[in-house]
């Protein structure tokens, strides 16, 4: 069931990359993130069946490589994972992101394919004659597209949860609590940041973030087109 139910997720996505209509793209991914969001309720083990979070380490090179992993940690942290931002070389970030493996694979899924239309919906922007700070736009812009996403997803997540009822939900607080000492045991000192936001574009990319789709595999090796 949980193979059929990711082949569903996957042809939803493919109409939603072959349509042009922003409504009928709008439809696709809302279908598309509550069968993802419903495939990881439907990953949970069997009652008494201990598991062990895992973890993989997520490169994303420059440009806009803060932008990027901020997209990349907010989508992990949607589906349940612990993202967290470990820096990297040559303009490049890091993210090293902990959680069980079902919901590893949907964050790995899911943030490829944003990667993908963040990159594309970026390329056509352009922004309103009166904006002289263009790059601050840009950045705004990328923002707002991460945050409308991240909203999406959540709300998705919440609503497969609620619908599986108490059980379900002591044992995603169990899995949480798990998570957090992997993380723990990894990085003692945790110090938390939240990024600044200045340009006038951000509400432009929540309007991007709303069309999104949920895309394709892949997260730890292809980034899809350079934003620039």
């Known amino acids: 069931m949980r193979e059929r139910t990711l082949e569903r997720v996957r042809k939803l996505l493919a109409k939603a990359e072959r349509t042009d209509n922003e409504h009928e793209r709008a439809t696709f991914m809302a279908a598309a993130s509550a069968l993802m969001a419903r495939h990881g309720i439907d990953s949970l ?4 069946v201990r598991q062990v979070p895992g ?3 997520v490169t994303l090179p420059a440009p806009w490589a803060r932008e990027k992993a901020r997209l990349v940690s907010l989508v992990a942290q949607a589906v349940r994972c612990r993202p967290l ?3 990297g070389g040559d303009g490049g970030q890091r993210v090293h992101v902990f ?8 964050a790995d899924l899911l943030a490829t394919s944003l990667l993908l239309q963040m990159a594309s919906g970026l390329a056509r922007v352009r922004p309103p004659r009166d ?3 263009v790059r601050a736009y840009r950045r705004s812009w990328l923002l707002g597209f991460t945050d409308e996403v991240y909203r999406l997803l959540r709300a998705a997540e919440s609503r497969a949860a609620g619908s599986a009822g108490t059980g379900s939900e002591l044992v995603l607080a169990d899995r949480r609590a798990e998570v957090e000492r992997a993380v723990a045991a990894c ?5 938390m940041s939240v990024p600044t936001t200045s340009g006038t574009g951000y509400r432009d990319g929540m309007a991007a973030g709303r069309r999104a789709d949920l895309g394709r595999t892949g997260m730890a090796t292809a980034t899809g087109r350079e934003l620039t």
């Open 45 to 48: 083990p069997p009652a008494g």
């Open 55 to 57: 973890d993989r380490v």
């Open 85 to 87: 931002l470990i820096g």
């Open 99 to 106: 959680g069980f493996a079902a919901d590893l694979d949907r």
């Open 131 to 133: 904006v002289t700070a």
């Open 187 to 191: 990085y003692p000192d945790i110090r």
